[in-house]
């Protein structure tokens, strides 16, 4: 059974400009979620899809948006990106998300850097 | 008080030892807790959820106590492929019948030969 899957790898921006980040969820999972992980930090949360809707959200400015297509897929997009905006992000996907037990499995990440 | 927090090592162990994390969370009513593994520069993979009290996977066990909001990953018989950063995950309600994973800061295990 495929994982979660993520593209591009790495991605290279220039301040100022946006970054689209995308996601395939595993087969049957319906929620897809988004963090971030700077070095030297923690995964912090960004975004939490379901169904289509946005479920949740962490603490990040409205310049980090996104969607979710009718085939689960998802998409990040980072505007007028900062250098602080330079880390892995990281997709995850689970069953229905509103249970608390389900289980988060991650892809890859993209890799952005901001010069 | 962090939310979720973890000591961050690093535990440098040799190869048969027995390492244990522990993993203190703010909030109680969380529900359920996950170890995740994160190997350098890797996305994190799941290694264990944790329910009620605890459970076994082979040389890893974790206990978790609601009393104490605590929670504790044991790693027997330590294996050089068991070296990577062990992160501490609470699913923590945010409102509205949602939940949000929210994940500590990781302790590293280095498994010396």
């Known amino acids: 059974e495929a994982g979660v899957t993520q593209s591009p790898t790495h991605l290279i921006k220039t301040r100022g400009q946006q970054a689209t980040l995308r996601c395939s969820p595993i087969?049957?999972?319906?929620?897809v979620y988004w963090y971030q992980q700077a070095l030297g930090l923690g995964l912090q949360f960004l975004l939490w899809?379901?169904?289509?809707?946005?479920?949740n959200r962490g603490n990040f400015p409205p310049r980090f948006s996104g969607r979710q297509f009718p085939n689960y897929s998802s998409e990040l997009n980072v505007n007028a990106l900062e250098l602080e905006d330079s880390a892995l992000y990281l997709c995850?996907?689970?069953?229905?998300?509103?249970?608390?037990?389900?289980?988060?499995?991650f892809g890859p990440g993209t890799r952005l850097t901001v010069l | 008080r962090k939310e979720v927090e973890q000591d961050p090592g690093p535990f440098n162990v040799p190869e048969g030892a027995t390492v244990a994390f522990n993993c203190t969370y703010s909030?109680?009513?969380?529900?359920?807790f996950f170890w995740y593994r994160q190997d350098c520069r890797k996305e994190p993979k799941l290694l264990m959820s944790?329910?009620?009290s605890g459970n076994e996977d082979g040389r890893f066990t974790a206990q978790l106590n609601r009393a104490s909001q605590y929670i504790s990953l044991l790693i027997r018989d330590s294996k050089l492929s068991d070296s990577a950063t062990y992160l501490c995950?609470?699913?923590?309600?945010?409102?509205?019948?949602?939940?949000?994973?929210?994940f500590g800061k990781g302790t590293k295990l280095s498994v010396i030969p």
């Open positions: 995850a996907s689970s069953l229905r998300g509103m249970s608390s037990y389900n289980e988060q499995f």
């Open positions: 995950v609470v699913n923590f309600p945010s409102g509205a019948g949602s939940y949000q994973l929210t």
């Open positions: 899809y379901d169904e289509g809707e946005e479920r």
């Open positions: 909030n109680s009513a969380s529900q359920s």
């Open positions: 087969s049957g999972h319906t929620s």
């Open positions: 944790v329910y009620s």
